[in-house]
Structure formats: C-alpha cells, structure tokens
Nanobody
Framework: QVQVLESGGGLAQAGGSLRLSCVASGRTRSIEAMGWFRQAPGKEREFVAR????????YYSDSLKGRFTISGDSIRNTVYLQMNSLKPEDTAMYYC????????????????WGQGTQVTVSS
C-alpha cells in the first residue's frame, strides 16, 4: 500500500501563485512516476502534469504548459506543483497520484491517490 498526502492548496487571487506539495509513503519502491490531476465542480478529472523518476522527465497538459511546473525528489517520493499566473478557471480540487508503470497522462494508469487539496482562485 502507498499513502499519498497533498498539501499547499488554498485561496489565491488571479495572477498569483501557489505551490502544492505531495508526499508518498509506505511501499514506495515500486513508484515510477507521480502526477497531478485536477477536478473542478461538474467537470471530469483532468491531467495536469507528471514526473517520471527515471531521468526526472516531465510532461504537461498543453493548456497549462508555461504556467505550471512540476518537480520532485525521488528519494523522498515528494512532488511539487508550482502554479503561477493563476486564473479563476484553475479553481479545482488538485489530486496527486502515483504510478508503477510507464509515465502516463491517463488517470487509470495511477494506482494510489491522495484525498486532494482545494485550490480556489478569485478574480
């Protein structure tokens, strides 16, 4: 079992920044990648970004590239999401997840999920 815990959400003004953190614990040796997803009220969960521990390669949703940056520490199984130039449409619950397989943007490829951290951006 892997436990995933997110933190760092909150309220921000449009144009501001927030940094989310996520730490995985438990049976973490099988983790190959960690990713961030988000879900706004009434919408489906969408991919935000992911990082693979091999080579620390990163991949982003095209719509968020340039404003969001994912980084991480494979030794501590910790991943961060730096969010800049926030917009009201970034308001969502942000989820962190772990993957044992090839890094992917599909939520079905992630096995363990956190409870989420709420991000609210006011205009």
């Amino acid at each position: 079992q892997v436990q995933v815990l997110e933190s760092g959400g909150g309220l921000a003004q449009a144009g501001g920044s927030l940094r989310l953190s996520c730490v995985a614990s438990g049976r973490t040796r099988s983790i190959e990648a960690m990713g961030w997803f988000r879900q706004a009220p009434g919408k489906e969960r969408e991919f935000v970004a992911r990082i693979a521990w091999i080579g620390h390669s990163t991949y982003y949703s095209d719509s968020l590239k340039g404003r969001f940056t994912i980084s991480g520490d494979s030794i501590r199984n910790t991943v961060y999401l730096q969010m800049n130039s926030l917009k009201p449409e970034d308001t969502a619950m942000y989820y962190c997840a772990t993957s044992r397989g090839y890094p992917s943007s599909l939520s079905s490829d992630y096995e363990y999920w956190g409870q989420g951290t709420q991000v609210t951006v006011s205009s």
